[in-house]
Every structure is written in structure tokens, then in C-alpha cells.
């Protein structure tokens, strides 16, 4: 799709009009992705200023992948990078690995894998933790290049002004094709979870938002956004719904055909830490959770 502006304006405003029905993570997306050109240069900003009579395109992503330059070969086969720049590394992180290590002091981590591989190209180079997905979860992790990007990503968390995006396979189907979860939840020193009453003390807010995408009724994929990140709320969330995770035995679940709790982080949105940028990041559901 090409389209020739009439006025000055930034690149975001201008696939909008473009592409009226697409919303503005999606075409963030597709920044992301290098398939936006202006004057034939790729452009990844949002905020780029787009002068009048210039050439908007939109390439397929078979085109766009095409135009990228592969990535640079690293001996570390083990890290599936997403993305990666001169401030943060955006990977997939397998389920049953642990985002960081514990205090038994684990040296095959998410986050030793990241290292490892930020050191092939200098042995100088780190990478800090920006936050944990729980181990038996998989989908897309933000880390850190540099300390300064590091706290400022975790603000955005703390704020709450990153949207994330999960998908669970959970056993039965909802009696609403959508709602939302407000619980208590408390964490012991074990790192165990329970429900309990806003008043008790240590208890913290969780905030869960879901959706059907697929029901067969005896299994249903949901599409759930988070406001909290506390340890365990997706699986709590669907325990008091009645739904639980499928693989989860924890907290109810009676099946287990993919060997995995099914529960996996899809999309990260926030903004760049160089350029305060909206970015977003995705990674595909893993095979066995689509019911069709």
C-alpha cells in the first residue's frame, strides 16, 4: 500500500489515515517490524515528521523480511532473539526455564543465556533484569543493556504503563465471554500464593482482564491482559474462575497433554528507553494451544 501525504504530519497519524480499522499497537507492530518506508527508508518512529508530497509505504512482511539484514551470527543457537539494539534485548523465553536465578543460585537461567550472548560480541557487555515471567510460563521478555534503561523500563512497570498480553489454555469455558479478576493475593517466604482479604497484611492488588478467542467448552483459549504483575495471578485469576490452566495440577488443573503449564506471555508494549518510542513485541502462541 503506498500513499502520497498532502500535508506535514508524523508517521503514526498518517498510517492511521491510511489504515483507519488498524488500532495503534498493531501498527506500532509493524514499525517494529521494518515494514513502514518513507522515500524508501525504513522508518521505526512513530513520532517520525513526515513532510508533504512524500511516499508512504506499507510492505508485506515477506517484503520487509527481505530488506532486513540477518541478524548477527552468535555461537549461543539457545537464545531466540526478538529484538535487539544498543538499549535493550527482547527475547522468547522457553517454558520451564527460569527467568533469573533463585537463591539456590541456578547458572542455567533466561538471564545467564542473555548474558552469554550480549558477551560473544564483547566480554565487557551485560544485561540486567527488567522482570521475571514465572518458569513454567514462555513468551516474550524485555532485559536491559545498560543500568540507566533498566530503571526506566522498570518504572514504566511499576507504573503500570506497560501493556502486556498473555494466552492461556484453560480446562472448560467461562459463563462470560469476558471479564475481569480483582483479587488479594499474599506471597509467603516459600514464594506460595493465596487468596486472601484486602486488609491482611502484605496482600497486594491483581488485576486480571480476559476474553475468549476459542471454546470447544471443554477447553477454551483466552486472551488476557494484566494491570499487576504479581507471582502466580494469571493462575489464581483462573482458579477462582473455575477455569484453571491446563497443566497447572496447583491450582486445580486435571489435564496435562502438552507436558507445560499453558500460559504464555504474547506481546509486550512500551515505550523505548532512548527515545520514549511506543514499541511493540510479539512472539506466536506455541503449537497445541489453537483449538482449531
Not at 29 to 36: A, H, P
Not at 47 to 74: C, F, G, H, M
Not at 228 to 236: K, N
Amino acid at each position: 500500500m503506498k500513499y502520497t501525504t498532502e500535508h506535514e504530519n508524523t508517521l503514526l497519524d498518517i498510517l492511521e489515515q491510511m489504515m483507519p480499522s488498524t488500532s495503534k499497537s498493531k501498527l506500532r507492530k509493524m514499525l517494529t517490524e521494518g515494514r513502514i518506508q518513507v522515500d524508501g527508508e525504513v522508518i521505526h518512529k512513530a513520532k517520525y515528521n513526515v513532510s508533504s508530497q512524500s511516499l508512504v509505504e506499507i510492505l508485506d512482511r515477506k517484503k520487509a523480511l527481505a530488506n532486513t539484514p540477518p541478524p548477527q551470527s552468535r555461537k549461543n543457537s539457545k537464545l531466540n532473539v526478538v529484538w535487539e539494539d544498543e538499549a535493550i534485548l527482547v527475547v522468547e523465553k522457553p517454558a520451564g526455564l527460569l527467568s533469573i536465578a533463585t537463591d539456590k543460585l541456578e547458572k542455567d537461567t533466561l538471564h545467564s543465556w542473555c548474558v552469554d550472548y550480549v558477551r560473544e560480541e564483547n566480554e565487557k557487555n551485560w544485561c540486567f533484569i527488567v522482570h521475571r515471567l514465572d518458569r513454567d510460563t514462555s513468551g516474550v521478555m524485555v532485559f536491559a543493556r545498560h543500568e540507566r534503561h533498566k530503571e526506566y523500563l522498570q518504572s514504566q512497570f511499576s507504573r503500570r504503563s506497560v501493556h502486556r498480553t498473555y494466552h492461556a489454555l484453560v480446562e472448560g469455558r467461562p459463563r462470560e465471554n469476558h471479564g475481569t479478576s480483582r483479587e488479594w493475593l499474599v506471597e509467603d517466604k516459600h514464594l506460595h500464593v493465596k487468596k486472601v482479604k484486602s486488609s491482611f497484611h502484605g496482600a497486594k492488588e491483581a488485576i486480571t482482564h480476559w476474553n475468549i478467542e476459542q471454546t470447544t467448552n471443554l477447553l477454551s483459549l483466552l486472551h488476557i491482559t494484566i494491570e499487576t504483575g504479581r507471582r502466580h495471578q494469571i493462575r489464581m485469576a483462573m482458579k477462582t474462575l473455575g477455569c484453571p490452566v491446563v497443566g497447572d495440577s496447583l491450582h486445580g488443573a486435571e489435564s496435562n497433554p502438552l507436558q507445560r503449564i499453558c500460559l504464555h506471555a504474547s506481546s509486550l508494549e512500551f515505550l523505548h528507553p532512548i527515545d520514549d518510542e511506543p514499541v511493540r513485541f510479539e512472539v506466536p502462541i506455541p503449537n497445541g494451544f489453537q483449538l482449531s
